[in-house]
T-cell receptor
């Protein structure tokens, strides 16, 4: 099956810093989503982005499907951005979402 | 609209007991999914359904059963609970080639 690798596994920032999270996947995909899992365990949809670039406030994402990677940018980070960020993909011909292991982000005040 | 709801929020089971985790949606999405998340890990697919009466196995189906009699509901059954089933369980809904939406999760401990 498709492999999803996220980097870095852990990231510690000071409030106000910018960061880039990466997601590599091993095969073509029909669906790619970024989620934020907050400290209470809730999964929050950030982006549905099988290709192209999207922006939502301080967050933006870019997926280059031909090169099999996606990037999540967080600018001017805030303590509320802390949590785990997951990338998940659906391989072509499937409807099953496959998750990476996540990037744990800690933003210190 | 409630979106995707799950009950209970928390549950402690003894080894060998059985229980049903409930998932309901009011989003009219045809696909429904059950995932489990072990500590420090991503989510893994247990079972999924493409519509009422149709279910299929995911990556980790052993020890679980599902049924889908309506579009709205997709219960997950644990017949003989084992410590390895201690996890957080998430239900999700979606449509073909569209994003999935997740419920708040059920935290299950088996002791």
């Amino acid at each position: 099956g498709i492999q999803v690798e996220q980097s870095p596994p852990d990231l510690i920032l000071q409030e106000g810093a910018n960061s880039t999270l990466r997601c590599n996947f091993s095969d073509s995909v029909n669906n790619l989503q970024w989620f934020h899992q907050n400290p209470w365990g809730q999964l929050i949809n950030l982006f549905y982005i099988p290709s192209g670039t999207k922006q939502n406030g301080r967050l933006s994402a870019t997926t280059v499907a031909t090169e099999r990677y996606s990037l999540l940018y967080i600018s001017s980070s805030q303590t509320t951005d802390s949590g785990v960020y997951f990338c998940a993909v659906v391989q072509g011909g499937s409807e099953k979402l496959v998750f990476g292991k996540g990037t744990k982000l800690t933003v210190n005040p | 609209n409630a979106g995707v709801t799950q009950t209970p929020k928390f549950r402690i089971l003894k080894i060998g007991q059985s229980m049903t985790l409930q998932c309901a949606q009011d989003m009219n999405h045809n696909y429904m999914y059950w995932y489990r998340q072990d500590p420090g890990m991503g989510l893994k697919l247990i079972y999924y359904s493409v519509g009422a009466g149709i279910t299929d196995k995911g990556e980790v189906p052993n020890g679980y059963n599902v049924s889908r009699s309506t579009t709205e509901d997709f219960p997950l059954r644990l017949e003989l609970a084992a410590p390895s089933q201690t996890s957080v369980y998430f239900c999700a809904v979606g449509r073909t080639n569209q994003e999935q939406y997740f419920g708040p999760g059920t935290r299950l401990t088996v002791t």
